[in-house]
Nanobody
Framework: QVQLVESGGGLVQPGGSLRLSCAAS????????MGWYRQAPGKERELVAT???????NYADSVKDRFTISRDNAKNTIYLQMNSLKPEDTAVYYC???????????????WGQGTQVTVSS
């Protein structure tokens, strides 16, 4: 079984910064794509950023130039550096992975449990 565990959420003032981490563990053969999604109160879950095995990145327009996704392949971990945070960034942030597990016939989708980010004065 594969598990994704997020950390780094919390309360921050507008204009502040947070760094989220997501560590993948278990019987992982390879990781094709990992990323971050978020769900704000009253809204549907939306893509924030993704990063591929060859380090191609994709960002939502709302976070481009403020957030940076990165990857440490040796540790099966991704990060989301969030700068210039705004109240509208308040959401539960979920880690996502498209991962090939030992003994499986193909890649599967995995989700973390989520970490709360609150931007408020």
């Amino acid at each position: 079984q594969v598990q994704l565990v997020e950390s780094g959420g919390g309360l921050v003032q507008p204009g502040g910064s947070l760094r989220l981490s997501c560590a993948a563990s278990g019987s992982i053969f390879s990781i094709n794509v990992m990323g971050w999604y978020r769900q704000a109160p009253g809204k549907e879950r939306e893509l924030v950023a993704t990063i591929t095995s060859d380090l191609n990145t994709n960002y939502a327009d709302s976070v481009k130039d403020r957030f940076t996704i990165s990857r440490d392949n040796a540790k099966n971990t991704i990060y989301l550096q969030m700068n210039s945070l705004k109240p509208e960034d308040t959401a539960v942030y979920y880690c996502y992975g498209f991962i090939l597990r030992y003994g499986s016939m193909g890649l599967s989708n995995y989700w973390g449990q989520g970490t709360q980010v609150t931007v408020s004065s």
